[in-house]
């Protein structure tokens, strides 16, 4: 098996944090998306065999490496926390990693997903491991407080240990095209993550166009954002290729312009290792594998991990295990 996909370098040696740019309304305003081009080009990429079958496990690895593992449930509980971050330290049953020989890599998810009121509880269950606990503040997963309680919450994730804050926009500021008050809102909140790192929801199932989604990823990246994320979750349509397609390009042209590297987090239904395969094989084709890193790239995702561990096990033995071989939490 083909592991130097696997393999990573440090990031944070050569990584430039995102500092924030002047709100520049003639860029939002030149920014266009062809809806019809773009499911055109998602179409081209499930169309054909993206990863070439010796090296499906070490992509299957890897996807593993940019998973936000992640629980956001309203019946969330400390045991259920603590028994995703349990599954976080040992991704793989122990035979799965035996067989693949694959001992000494370090995989391990990009991080752990939790409700603010679970950081302490993660960060305590993770501890020794390296792995962040992300927070989703900002009163996930609508948005809607006042911006004083929203930037309460995130000092109190910060405070509580979370290295990671998934904030969400106010999706109406983006459909009455306020930009200067999701720019001035985005950027209150970058400032209130101090040192740990943002990543910026938009919920672009709910923001009528991908020309909408395409200006809401450049207003957020100009404000600070760390990561632009698609999706709670929680909205009707979550993370899909043609979306996806729109906020990378952003990412690429932000990227041209300013030499600052963004992070792209699709989230919301992504549940399969196919899915997987094909939101990687988007990123390397459209921005290359120097994106494939869990500095650059997350899933957001609370059942992958058991389908890829599956798929893991089927590709090894030529047979899928039954479900209870595999709880997640
Ligand atoms: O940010 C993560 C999403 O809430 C996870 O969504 P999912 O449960 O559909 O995988």
Redesign the pocket.
Known sequence: MNLKVVDQSPPEVTHKRNPGFPLDLDWVERVRMNRSALERRAASIGARRTVKKDYQLAWLLKAITLI?L?T?NSDDTEGRVERLCAKARHPLRSDIIEALGVGDLRILPGAV?VYHSFVKTAVAALEGTGIPVAA?STAFPHGLAPVETKIREIEMSVADGAKEI?IVIERGMVLRGDWQALYDQVKAFRKACGDAHMKT?LGTGELATLTNVAKASLVCMLAGADFI?T????EKV?ANLPTSLAMIRMIRWFHEETGIEIGY?P?????TAGDAIKYMALMKEELGTHWLQPHLFRF?????LTDIERQLEHGLTGHYAADYRQPMV
């Open positions: 936000d992640t956001l997903c989703v998934d929801i994320k999706s709670t979750g929680k979550n987090k989230a919301g239904g992504i549940a957001g995702a609370s059942s992958l």
